[in-house]
């Protein structure tokens, strides 16, 4: 396996796979890998010739300063992982490098979709991803690139990007990877406390719940969620709310010819947990 300390090796690389007319997948990841991630690797080494993965804490989508000095690093282990799903190349770069010294991000217009949920609680949140993603999408020039539905929103958003900058690339969406108790995948799921860490597969059960309560209760699921949270000793939600999949809005009536999806983010202490469920 290839590793890519900085963007002009990465071109160089690119170069040349595309010269020997090899069907690239690109992986974005911020490290710190797990089962989810490596669900997303598979799929891409299964699917194109060249595998890349990048691994790039990126500043400008974090808007906790806590978050991003403590988001876990453990580069020595996840390059054993992607070794051992054949990943042809890992992409580890500098911010000062991939950004051209100017670690800011650029506003994007994505139709409101970015001023829902993560967007309205993250402020500027997509702005960042979407501008370290098309800054990926340039320098591998992918054919396919992967992404998870953990951050459905975020997925959703890429598709736009691509969209509205025609760029050439297949974005596919793929599954919500879960530990066994149901909590979904997450870097920073390494950070809870075993107190927290306890607490946490109520989330996913909660959305369970609703998920089954849905057909009956339509749009009252809201409140439900809401009241289960309320005297939860340690968890505490910042929002649960129905969107119509495709655009993110919240619906006034549910039709039974539209797909529907819960989203959730809760704190538990100071980490901040996400996860949905498709409700239909
Ligand atoms: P991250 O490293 O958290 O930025 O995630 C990199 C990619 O992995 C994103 O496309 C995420 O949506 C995806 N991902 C993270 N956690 C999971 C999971 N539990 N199941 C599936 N995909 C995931």
């Not at 997303?40 to 060249?50: A, E, H, T, W, Y």
């Not at 699921?221 to 129905?242: A, G, M, Q």
Request: a positive charge; glycine letters at 4%.
């Amino acid at each position: 396996m290839k590793v890519i300390n900085t963007k002009t090796n990465l071109k160089n690389y690119v170069l040349k796979t595309k010269q020997e007319d090899k069907k690239i997948g690109l992986v974005p990841t911020m490290g710190a890998l797990h089962e989810g991630h490596l669900s997303l690797i598979k799929k891409s080494v299964k699917q194109n010739d060249i595998t890349i993965v990048s691994i790039f804490i990126n500043p400008t989508q974090f808007d906790n300063k806590e978050d991003l000095d403590k988001y876990p690093i453990t580069t020595k282990q996840d390059l054993e992982l992607l070794k051992s799903v054949n990943c042809d190349a890992v992409f580890i770069p500098l911010a000062n490098d991939i950004y051209d010294g100017n670690i800011t991000s650029t506003h994007f217009d994505f139709d409101g979709i970015e001023n829902q949920m993560e967007g309205k609680f993250r402020k500027g949140h997509f702005n960042g991803v979407a501008t370290i993603v098309k800054k990926l999408f340039e320098l591998a020039k992918p054919n396919n690139a992967y992404f998870g539905e953990k951050d459905f929103q975020q997925l959703l958003i890429i598709k736009k990007l691509v969209k509205k900058n025609n760029i050439p690339v297949k974005i596919n969406g793929l599954p919500i990877f879960r530990e066994p108790d149901g909590l979904a995948m997450s870097s920073r799921n390494t950070r809870l406390t075993e107190e927290y860490r306890k607490a946490a597969p109520f989330i996913f059960k909660t959305l369970t719940k609703a998920k089954e309560l849905f057909p009956k209760n339509g749009i009252k699921i809201v409140d439900w969620v809401k009241n289960e949270f309320k005297n939860h000793p340690l968890l505490s939600l910042e929002y649960f709310t129905v969107t119509n999949e495709e655009n993110l809005i919240e619906p006034k009536k549910i039709s039974p010819l539209k797909k529907y999806r819960g989203f959730i983010a809760v704190y538990a202490g100071k980490i901040r947990l996400i996860d949905n469920i498709n409700l239909n």
